[in-house]
């Protein structure tokens, strides 16, 4: 099926019904109605189809094609292009979820996906499940960021827990670091944690009128901060995620609630934003994760616009993918978005308990 391209208009209202429908209106108008950050009930999230627990499901039929956005483009059809395949399915079987919320991928090609139900499952780049483990405890609340670190290492963001918990490649947990507590080196709800090329680890956390990034060694001793809850440019309301540059001087957080991702220094100094609140072209909707890919592209997951959006590092809009609903190939309240070898995409369709698979050059305009 062909990818069609648009010329950047207002992303597609939703049908009536949809459960998208309450959350995508740009806030300028006075009936938009900011979506929960924590998300929809657990009983929201259902599926159209759902494959054998820990089977692949490919796709091998039509599907409601996403919307693709690209200023200054009138429509065009670039070629064939369709999802490589999608994992997943509402339930608490293996190799289903229960509301995904966090996803990354490692340099085979592997995929590693938390849900809301706390756990914790590795899938092979074609989808067949690997292993899948409990974390520690759950009945506070589950992860909600999970990153590869150079050294081969999962760290994940136990965000009720106020802690990271960093497994090896076959989910052994191997040890954790952190403390609750309002001072800097402790974590309130802490949503994620990113090792840099140099060794050290950023974390973002919030809660109780405190918002931040702080920086760890790898063996998770506390070196420095910055930030303070509220706007402006230090300020943040729910920062979801950060990643760094592995050679640039450039820190990257994805400020949900503030519908920006602030770029700073190693050292806290404020550089520059990329959107701002809306859901129009280059505007974003809560974005929840922020990751860097190899060619200096910025892949933005934005929860209340169910969309994921693109930028430079410097910040110029490139295009959006994703249009808001149920059905195969839609999405619902995206948490995370992560890359895998030779160009692959994954999308964490979490109101929907999937995960897309698609080559970042058919999101880009390109061909397979």
């Known amino acids: 099926m062909a990818l069609t391209l648009l010329g950047c208009p207002p992303a597609p209202a939703p049908q009536p019904g949809s459960p998208a429908a309450v959350d995508s209106s740009d806030p300028g108008d006075p009936a938009w109605k900011p979506v929960t950050p924590d998300g929809p009930p657990e009983s929201e999230a259902t599926s159209d189809q759902r494959p054998p627990p820990g089977v692949a499901f490919p796709l091998e039929r039509p599907y409601p094609t996403p919307a693709t956005y690209r200023p200054g483009e009138h429509p065009a059809h670039p070629g064939e292009g369709d999802l490589d395949l999608w994992l997943g399915g509402s339930g608490t079987e293996p190799g289903r979820f229960q509301y995904p919320r966090a996803i990354t991928t490692d340099p085979a090609g592997n995929v590693y996906v938390v849900d809301k139900a706390g756990r914790l499952q590795k899938f092979d780049p074609e989808g067949s499940?690997?292993?899948?483990?409990?974390?520690?405890?759950?009945?506070?609340?589950?992860?909600?960021?999970?990153?590869?670190?150079?050294?081969?290492e999962l760290l994940a963001a136990d965000t009720h827990y106020a802690r990271v918990l960093i497994y090896d490649a076959d989910l052994g947990l191997q040890r954790a670091f952190g403390v609750p507590g309002w001072d800097p080196g402790q974590f309130l709800f802490v949503t994620y944690a990113f090792e840099s090329a140099d060794g050290e680890i950023y974390t973002t956390d919030y809660g109780d009128e405190v918002a931040r990034v702080q920086v760890w060694s790898s063996e998770g001793t506390y070196l420095r901060s910055w930030g303070s809850f509220g706007e402006g440019d230090l300020g943040f309301r729910r920062p979801s995620s950060v990643t760094v540059h592995p050679t640039r001087d450039e820190v990257y957080v994805a400020d949900a609630a503030n519908h920006r991702v602030a770029v700073f220094t190693k050292r806290g100094k404020h550089l520059r934003d990329l959107g701002r609140p809306g859901r129009g072209p280059g505007e974003l909707g809560y974005p929840y994760e922020a990751v860097l890919d190899a060619e200096e592209h910025l892949w933005v997951a934005e929860f209340g616009n169910h969309r994921i959006s693109v930028f430079t590092r410097e910040g110029a809009f490139l295009c959006s993918y994703g249009a808001p609903g149920r059905s195969l190939g839609q999405l619902a309240r995206p948490w995370g978005v992560a890359h895998g070898p030779e160009g692959r995409l994954w999308l964490l369709d979490s109101g929907n308990d999937r995960v897309y698979a698609l080559p970042a050059a058919l999101v880009l305009g390109g061909k397979r």
């Open 129 to 152: 499940l690997l292993a899948v483990v409990q974390t520690p405890a759950y009945a506070l609340g589950k992860p909600t960021g999970l990153s590869w670190t150079p050294g081969g």
